[in-house]
Each structure stands twice: as structure tokens, then as C-alpha cells.
T-cell receptor
């Protein structure tokens, strides 16, 4: 069953602009993760935020987590054409490490 | 390279064929996973292996048969598939209990004709 749901489904921005992608989920989580996928390739792990954390940074990436609203956002600052990809949020619930993914967001960054 | 290697990258097979997908990781992870990615659908978890024991089978049809001979290798044996099984099959590994992410392979693009 789908746990994470990303919003918007597609996003097109100009190079240099910031990109904000949102994810909502349904049940309590242990952690939430964001992945990136270039067309037809495997997923690359970007960042993980634990349920007791509210914000994390990694380079140009900033992730926030609001457990009261069951939502997360991924911000990519100063976007580049090379950031064009699909982005997925995924959640880990329960005692196991099983990841459940959303459908993903297609980000296009125009040069 | 991510440390998780999948072969072949592309596979075209007939509905009566038998083929196998292979996944190998050299990261020392204890868990390995098969996911199916179809167009317009979320990634679907198929199988989970933890210390080479299957811990999850997500109601996958028996025409998909996984095998995990050790913690570094994972296979997906395919037999009498249907055209709707055409998809990108992704293997991943992780170290459970450490709150770390998954490492994915590049996937096998499977086309069933």
C-alpha cells in the first residue's frame, strides 16, 4: 500500500530557482527518506530524516519534517539543469527497515 | 557505481522463456530487496531477504521466484511471464537497524513479448 504521496506530481522551473517538493504520509514513521532517480536508472539516496528531527541539510538540499501534519518537504536551492530527475519520498514504519515509496515527482530544470 | 550491481541491464524474453536476474552487493549489507517499477505506479516491494532468509513476500505471483544463496547475492528467476510483467526491476541493499538508506542497483529493464 502506498504510504508517501508527493506533491506536485510534476514541477518545471528555471535554472537558479529553488525547487520545493512535498510529501505526505498516513501512519507514524521511524524515518523518512528522499531519493532521486534519473531516467531509467536506479534510485540514489539523498537524505534521511528521523521522526525526532525537524530539519536536515545536505549541500543544496534542505529537508523538513512535521510529524504533527505527517508531511515533509524537500527544498533544492539554486537548481541546476543536472537536477532534472524524479524525486521520491519513502517512509520506514515499524520495527523493520522496509521502505514504502510514493509515486514520485518529476522535476525539470530549464537551462 | 553504487556498490550494487545488477545484470543484465536489459532483457527481452518470450512468455515461455525462463530467465534469471542477478544482483550483487559488496557493501557488507545484511538485507537485500527486489522492487518492481512500472510506469505511473509507485515502486512495489516484491521480496525482502535479511541475512539471506526471506522475510517478506509481497503477494508476488509464483512465476517470480527469488533466491538468496548468501548475503551478497540475490537472484530473481522468471518463468512464463506475462506482458504486464514488463517493468524496471530494481535490487537494493541496506544495513538494517542503523537507520540508513537503501543502496540501489541500476535495474534490469525487462520486456516480455
Amino acid at each position: 500500500s502506498q504510504q508517501g504521496e508527493e506533491d506536485p506530481q510534476a514541477l518545471s522551473i528555471q535554472e537558479g530557482e529553488n525547487a520545493t517538493m512535498n510529501c505526505s504520509y498516513k501512519t507514524s514513521i521511524n524515518n523518512l527518506q528522499w531519493y532521486r532517480q534519473n531516467s531509467g536508472r536506479g534510485l540514489v539516496h539523498l537524505i534521511l530524516i528521523r521522526s525526532n528531527e525537524r530539519e536536515k541539510h545536505s549541500g543544496r538540499l534542505r529537508v523538513t519534517l512535521d510529524t504533527s501534519k505527517k508531511s515533509s518537504s524537500l527544498l533544492i536551492t539554486a537548481s541546476r539543469a543536472a537536477d532534472t530527475a524524479s524525486y521520491f519520498c519513502a517512509t520506514v514504519t515499524g520495527a523493520n527497515s522496509k521502505l514504502t515509496f510514493g509515486k514520485g515527482i518529476t522535476l525539470s530544470v530549464r537551462p | 557505481e553504487t556498490g550494487v550491481t545488477q545484470t543484465p541491464r536489459h532483457l527481452v524474453m518470450g512468455m515461455t522463456n525462463k530467465k534469471s536476474l542477478k544482483c550483487e552487493q559488496h557493501l557488507g549489507h545484511n538485507a537485500m530487496y527486489w522492487y518492481k517499477q512500472s510506469a505511473k505506479k509507485p515502486l512495489e516491494l516484491m521480496f525482502v531477504y535479511n541475512f539471506k532468509e526471506q522475510t517478506e513476500n509481497n503477494s508476488v505471483p509464483s512465476r517470480f521466484s527469488p533466491e538468496c544463496p548468501n548475503s551478497s547475492h540475490l537472484f530473481l528467476h522468471l518463468h512464463t511471464l506475462q506482458p504486464e510483467d514488463s517493468a524496471l526491476y530494481l535490487c537494493a541493499s541496506s544495513q538494517t537497524g542503523q537507520g540508513s538508506g537503501y543502496t540501489f542497483g541500476s535495474g534490469t529493464r525487462l520486456t516480455v513479448v
